[in-house]
C-alpha cells in the first residue's frame, strides 16, 4: 500500500476550485514534485496534506492511517516554506531543537542532536549565530534541519529555493537530494522550476488547473509528454498546426510527415504536432531519411553553449521551427543567417496532440 | 456503472491549540462587551428614560432640539472643530512637509518640539492663554479684549492637535518614491506642477486622515473649552453641565449621544478611506532623502522655527505662571503653587492616583491589547467570533471619552450589576482608561503581527509545540517594540486625559488632571498649571526613559536584529 494515498480531494474558495477531485499515491521514500504554474494549485495541496489549509472534501491516508480531519498538529510532517521561516530571536541552535525541547529530551541530547542535523546540513560551526547573520542558501539549510530535527516520516518543501540567487540554488538541489537519498524519508517539494523538477524528483506531477496533468518519472514527463500543456510547460517545445491524414501520418502545410502511430485521435482532426528543439536532426543524415525538411537559418541566438536557430521552412517559409545546434555544428558545417541546409524530424521524436 | 456520491465535505477537527485560542478569543469578546459594549448600551438607554428611569420614547431629543440653548452648543461645536482643522491641517502640512522634504538644522530638534503638547493635558494650553490674554492676561492690551471664547478654544485647540496632525502627515510625506521625483524632474516639470500631481496625490490620505483626527480631537476635548470657553458653551461642556452641574443623568445622555455623531462619522468616514488606500511604496521603492537647497531650507527652517517658538512658548508660560506668585503684580518666583495641599484636598495624592492609573492602564491595558491582538489575528477559522472582537475593539476609537465615561456610570452603578462593587474604586479608573485607548493599541499589536512571517504557527504546528510556547519564546520577544509602544502610548494618555474619567473618580481615587480643572474652577489658575507642568514632567520623563532604554538597554536584547 503506498505511503500516502490521496483520493478525490477537492478544494473550493467560494466558487473558484482550486483543486478538482485530485488522487494520487506516493510511494515511502519517494521525492515526488509537484509542478506546475503558479495558480495550479500545487501549494493547495501540498497545505492540504500538511492540513494548514483543510481541503473542502476527499480524504488522506499516511502510512494506512486517516489523517483526512486533522489538524496540522496530529499530522507526521516537517515543513520548509520558501521565506525559511526562521525565529528571527533565537539562535540556530534553538531554532533546530525547537520541536526537541517539547519533547522532555534531556538537555545534552538534545545538543548532541542538534550538533548532528547541523553537521547533516553543513552548518556545523553556526549553532550560536542568529538567523539574520546567515547567507539565504544557510538560512534554506537550518529551516532543513529543524524541519527534520524529528525526525517526520514526511518532509514538505514548500518553493525551499526560490528565494535563492541562482548559483546557491543549483548547490541546495544536489544537498537536498542526496540528503533526502541517505534519509530516505518520502519527501514533496513544490516547484514551478521544471529544471529543478527534472534534476531532483523521483517522480514529477505536473499540475494545471486545479487538476493532475501527468505523473511520471522525469525522462517520462520529458520524452513522453500526454498533453500539450505538459509538452509545452516542460522543457521547450515546437507546435506546428497539422491535421492526422492516417494513423501514422501527419501534414503539416502540405508537407508529410511520418510519426508513431497515434491511436487515441480521429483521423482528418486538427492536431498539433510537436518536436523539441534538440530532436530536430542535421549531421549524418542518410539519403533516405524520412521526414527530411530544407530550411533556411532565419537567425541564430547565441545562448552560449550552443545556438538555439530559428528555422523557415523553404517550401513553406510561414512554417517556422527551432532547433539547438552545437557550437561544433555551426564550426563543421558553416551555418550562419541565411544558410541553406536540410534537417529531419525522427518520427520516434514526433509527439502528436488533439488540438 | 457506479453513481457518483456526493463528495462528503471534510470536517477538520480541533487540536488543543485551536481549543484554547478559540476559548481566549471569546473570553475577549466578554471582556470587551463588558468594557465597552454594554455601558455604551447602558447610555443609549438612558436617552430614553426620564430622571426615574421610567421609559419615555424620544421625548428627551425633542426637548433637547427644541432648546436653543442646548442645540446652539453642538452648531458651536461643529463651528469650533471646523476652524481649528481648517488652521491646523495646513500649518502641520507645511511643518511636516519641512521635516521630511527639506534639510533643516537640529531636525530633530523641531520634530521633539511638534509632540510636546502629547505630554500635557488639554488645559495646560488654555491655562497658559489665560496668562497671556486673560483677564489678568499680560499681552490683554495685544487683543483689545480677553480670549474667553470661541477664540482662545481654537488658538488652545491648534497647540493641542499639531502632534497627532503632524505625526500623521510627517509619516505621509516620508513614504515618497524618489523614482517618481526622478522621472518628473527628467521630464522638466516645474516644481509646483510636481508638487501638484506627485505630492499632493501621494499624502492624501494622510490629509483626510489627519482632518478627520483633528476635528475629532476638537469635537470631543472638554479640558479647553471648560478652561477658557467662558460663556461660549460646547457639547462638551455641556454634558459636564448637566450630569455634574444639573445631576439630569438622561440629559447627559442625550447630549453625549449627539457628541457620539460627528465623532462616529468622522471614524466611518476615515476606515472608508483608509480601506481605498492601496500600498503607496512597493519593496522597490527608493526612498526619497532631500537635497539640501538654500533658498527653501531657509524658509522652511523659518516657518517650523515660528510654530516651535509658538508651542514652547505656550509650554513656557504655564511653566514660568506656576513658579510665579501672584500674577501679574508679583511676579517674584516661588515654589508654593506645587504645594497642592493647600488648594485641594487631596493634595499631592491625586498626583499618586494618576500615577498609579497610568502604571496599571500600561501594564493590564497592554496585556490584554496585544494577547487580544495576537488571538484575534492567529486563531484559525471562528470567523463570526473574531469578527464581534474587531468591532469591539474598533468601537472606542469613534466614542469620545466623556460620553465613555457616562456609560460607565449607568452601566457600572446599575443597583442589579454584579460588578457594581468596582464603582468608585481605582480599578473602574483603569478599565476605563483601557477601553478608551484600546483601539490605538489593538492596532500597534495588530500591525506589527501582520508584519511576521505567517508561517510560523505552521512550523510550530509541524513541530508539535504549543501555539502560546511559540507566542512566548517567539512572538512576545520579536513584537517587544510594539508591545512598549502601546505601554507608554497607555501610560501617557493615562496622566493626561480628563474627559475619560471626570465622572468616575471617587474623592479617595482623584486624579491630578481632574483635580487640575476643579483648582482652576476654583479660581487657583497658578496652581492648576503647577499640577499640568507636574504631568507633562512625568509623561515627557517616561518617553525620555523609553527613547533611552529602546537605545542602550534593548540593543542587548535585540542582538538578533543585527546582521
Known sequence: MAYLQIRNLTKRYGTFTALGDVSLDIQEGEFVCFLGPSGCGKTTLLRAIAGLDPQTSGTIHQKGRDVSALPPAK??????????????????????????????????????RVEELLDLVGLPDSVRKYPAQLSGGQQQRVALARALATS?????????????????????????????????????????????????????????????????????????????????????????????????????????????????????????????????????????????????????????????????????????LTADFSSNLIRDLGVQTGSHLDVALPPDRLRVFAT | MTLALPARPTRVGMSRDDLVMRAGVLALAVVLLVIVGLPLWSLLAKGFEDRDGRFVGPANFITYFSTPALFDSALNSIYVAVVATAIVVPLAFTYAYALTRAVLPVRWLFQGISLIPIFAPSLLPGIALIYLFGNQGLLKELLGSAIYGFDGIV?????????????????????????????????????????????????????????????????????????????????????????????????????????LVPAAVAFVVDRMVQRQQVASLTARAV??????????????????????????????????????????YNLS????????????????????????????????????????????????????????????????????????????????????????????????????????????????????????????????ASLKVPVWRTFGRVIAPICLPAILDIAIYLFVNAMTTVSSVIFLYSPDTKLASVAAVNIEEAGTTAAAAALCVVIVLTSAAVKALHVLADRFALGRLQAWRRR
Not at chain 1, 82 to 102: E, H, I, K, R
Not at chain 2, 224 to 234: D, E, F, T
Not at chain 2, 308 to 326: D, E, M, N, P, Q
Open chain 1, 75 to 112: 499530522r507526521d510532517f516537517g515543513i520548509v516554506f520558501q521565506s525559511y521561516a526562521l525565529f528571527p530571536n533565537l539562535t540556530v541552535g534553538d531554532n533546530v531543537g525547537y520541536g526537541l525541547v517539547n519533547r522532555r529530551m534531556p538537555r545534552a541530547d538534545i545538543a548532541f
Open chain 1, 152 to 320: 517526520p516520516g514526511l518532509l514538505l518543501l514548500d518553493e525551499p529555493l526560490s528565494a535563492l540567487d541562482a548559483r546557491v540554488r543549483l548547490r541546495l538541489r544536489h544537498e537536498i537530494k542526496a540528503l533526502q537519498r541517505r534519509l530516505g524519508v518520502t519527501t514533496i517539494m513544490v516547484t514551478h522550476d521544471q529544471e529543478e523538477a527534472l534534476t531532483m524528483a523521483d517522480r514529477i506531477v505536473v499540475m494545471n488547473h486545479g487538476a493532475i496533468e501527468q505523473v511520471g518519472p522525469p525522462q517520462e514527463i520529458y520524452r513522453r509528454p500526454t498533453s500539450s500543456f505538459v509538452a509545452d510547460f516542460v522543457g521547450s517545445m515546437n507546435f506546428l498546426p497539422g491535421r492526422l491524414a492516417t494513423p501514422d501520418l501527419v501534414t503539416v502545410a502540405g508537407l508529410s510527415f511520418a510519426c508513431l502511430p497515434q491511436d487515441g485521435l480521429a483521423l482528418g482532426k486538427d492536431v498539433r504536432v510537436c518536436i523539441r528543439p534538440e530532436d530536430v536532426k542535421v549531421r549524418d543524415l542518410p539519403a533516405d531519411i524520412v521526414n527530411r525538411l530544407p530550411i533556411e537559418v532565419a537567425d541564430l541566438d547565441f545562448v552560449g553553449s550552443f545556438c538555439r536557430a530559428n528555422l523557415r521552412v523553404r517550401a513553406e517559409p510561414k512554417l517556422a
Open chain 2, 155 to 259: 488658538i488652545a485647540q491648534v497647540f493641542y492637535c499639531i502632534p497627532h496632525a503632524t505625526l500623521i502627515l510627517a509619516t505621509a510625506l516620508a513614504t515618497a518614491d524618489a523614482r517618481l521625483y526622478e522621472a518628473a524632474e527628467v521630464l522638466g516639470t516645474r516644481k509646483l506642477r510636481v508638487f501638484l500631481t506627485v505630492t499632493l496625490p501621494g499624502a492624501k490620505y494622510g490629509l483626510i486622515s489627519a482632518a478627520l483626527v483633528v476635528f475629532t480631537l476638537v469635537i470631543t476635548d472638554f479640558g479647553i473649552p471648560k478652561v477658557i470657553g467662558g460663556n461660549y458653551n460646547v457639547l462638551a461642556t455641556d454634558v459636564y453641565k448637566q450630569v455634574i452641574g444639573q445631576q439630569n443623568f438622561s440629559m447627559g445622555a442625550v447630549v453625549g449621544m449627539v457628541l
Open chain 2, 287 to 328: 526612498p526619497l532623502v532631500p537635497k539640501p537647497e538654500r533658498g527653501r531650507d531657509a524658509w522652511f527652517t523659518a516657518f517650523c522655527s515660528v510654530v516651535a517658538f509658538g508651542i514652547v512658548g505656550i509650554l513656557a508660560t504655564a511653566v514660568w505662571g506656576s513658579l510665579i506668585k501672584y500674577w501679574p
Open chain 2, 333 to 460: 518666583l516661588t515654589l508654593d503653587n506645587y504645594d497642592f495641599g493647600k488648594f485641594d484636598a487631596n493634595g499631592w495624592d491625586s498626583y499618586f492616583n494618576s500615577l498609579e492609573m497610568a502604571v496599571g492602564a500600561a501594564v493590564f491595558g497592554t496585556a490584554l491589547m496585544f494577547v487580544g491582538a495576537w488571538l484575534n489575528e492567529k486563531t484559525r477559522a471562528f470567523h463570526l467570533m473574531r469578527g464581534v472582537v474587531q468591532f469591539l475593539a474598533f468601537l472606542p476609537m469613534a466614542v469620545p471619552g466623556l460620553v465613555l465615561g457616562l456609560g460607565y456610570i449607568f452601566f457600572f452603578n446599575a443597583a442589579g450589576n454584579p460588578l457594581n462593587f468596582l464603582y468608585g474604586t481605582m480599578a473602574i479608573l483603569v478599565i476605563n482608561c483601557v477601553a478608551h485607548f484600546y483601539t490605538v493599541g489593538h492596532l500597534t499589536a495588530t500591525t506589527a503581527l501582520k508584519q511576521i512571517d505567517p508561517e510560523f504557527e505552521s512550523v510550530s
